[in-house]
Nanobody
Framework: QVQLVESGGGLVQAGGSLRLSCAAS????????MAWYRQAPGKERELVAR???????DYTESVKGRFTISRDNAKNTMYLQMNSLKSEDTAVYYC?????????WGQGTQVTVSS
């Protein structure tokens, strides 16, 4: 069974950077859709960024110009480069892969931005 393993979260000062990774543990022939979500305490989970199999990307307005989503198809891995972090970026970040009839989520990684 394929699982997603996230890494790269942590504590960083405002203005700093972090890079999140999300890797699939098993073999996947073709991932159609990859995305990063986040959920802050007391708030609903929100879409942060997504990337299609063709490389098309989309970002929520609050992270445009600061975050960059990318993928390595050969490694079945997705990344989120987060720059100029703000306290409001503090949340648990989750990755999601969709392919064929499968839709799986990572376990989440905590990102804390101190002001």
């Amino acid at each position: 069974q394929v699982q997603l393993v996230e890494s790269g979260g942590g504590l960083v000062q405002a203005g700093g950077s972090l890079r999140l990774s999300c890797a699939a543990s098993g073999s996947i022939s073709s991932i159609n859709y990859m995305a990063w979500y986040r959920q802050a305490p007391g708030k609903e989970r929100e879409l942060v960024a997504r990337i299609t199999s063709g490389g098309g990307t989309d970002y929520t307005e609050s992270v445009k110009g600061r975050f960059t989503i990318s993928r390595d198809n050969a490694k079945n891995t997705m990344y989120l480069q987060m720059n100029s972090l703000k306290s409001e970026d503090t949340a648990v970040y989750y990755c999601q892969f969709i392919w064929s009839t499968s839709n799986i989520w990572g376990q989440g990684t905590q990102v804390t931005v101190s002001s």
